[in-house]
T-cell receptor
Framework: DTGVSQNPRHKITKRGQNVTFRCDPI?????LYWYRQTLGQGPEFLTY????????KSRLLSDRFSAERPKGSFSTLEIQRTEQGDSAMYLCASSLAARGQSPLHFGNGTRLTVT | ELKVEQNPLFLSMQEGKNYTIYCNYSTTSDRLYWYRQDPGKSLESLFV?????AVKQEGRLMASLDTKARLSTLHITAAVHDLSATYFC????????????FGRGTQLTVWP
């Protein structure tokens, strides 16, 4: 179990540019989640996948945001035409859907700074 | 929208002391989670509480859940410096498994 892996760890971009983040979940986990966290706040839900199906999207996820999980393994989160308000830590988490509810296992996050 | 409130948001305590962090949530949920986050690091799962009256303990931390009061507590016994971190509680709606609603976190500092 190597844990949830996210790349890159840090991304600095200019306003208006597009950025893409990658998340590799724990290998046997079929659920994958994206959250966003700003300073002094708890993580806010963005979207989640079960296998390759995107099952829920938050209203926070504007049209500029898109997430994919093409083969039910890794996922990408793309932000188009970045704005300064997009600066945050983007966290990926995974879990195994089974009887009961297993906790989410979080990656170390990608810190985005939009200048 | 499910709301989760933690208090206090900031807690500074001396080593050896006891304290309790409170987590209130606004709608029915039978599942509550506690996470720890160190500065610059990701969230580490501490406890999963799945039913009313659930109590779990790990070292100096003990978590409990009262679903009727919509309240969870995280009790710290004889605090040590290594417990300094931010603690989050989170709940889900049950019907939308996986989507967690987090509180703002309690930033705990333990000093000698």
């Amino acid at each position: 179990d190597t844990g949830v892996s996210q790349n890159p760890r840090h991304k600095i971009t200019k306003r208006g540019q597009n950025v893409t983040f990658r998340c590799d979940p724990i290998s046997e986990h079929n659920r994958l989640y994206w959250y966003r966290q700003t300073l002094g706040q708890g993580p806010e839900f963005l979207t989640y996948f079960q296998n390759e199906a995107q099952l829920e999207k938050s209203r926070l996820l504007s049209d500029r945001f898109s997430a994919e999980r093409p083969k039910g393994s890794f996922s990408t989160l793309e932000i188009q035409r970045t704005e300064q308000g997009d600066s945050a830590m983007y966290l990926c988490a995974s879990s195994l859907a089974a009887r009961g509810q297993s906790p989410l296992h979080f990656g170390n996050g990608t810190r985005l700074t939009v200048t | 929208e499910l709301k989760v409130e933690q208090n206090p948001l900031f807690l500074s305590m001396q080593e050896g002391k006891n304290y309790t962090i409170y987590c209130n949530y606004s709608t029915t949920s039978d599942r509550l989670y506690w996470y720890r986050q160190d500065p610059g690091k990701s969230l580490e799962s501490l406890f999963v509480l799945l039913s009313n009256g659930a109590v779990k303990q790990e070292g100096r931390l003990m978590a409990s859940l009262d679903t009727k009061a919509r309240l969870s507590t995280l009790h710290i016994t004889a605090a040590v410096h290594d417990l300094s971190a931010t603690y989050f509680c989170a709940v889900d709606r049950g019907s939308t498994l996986g989507r967690l609603y987090f509180g703002r976190g309690t930033q705990l500092t333990v000093w000698p």
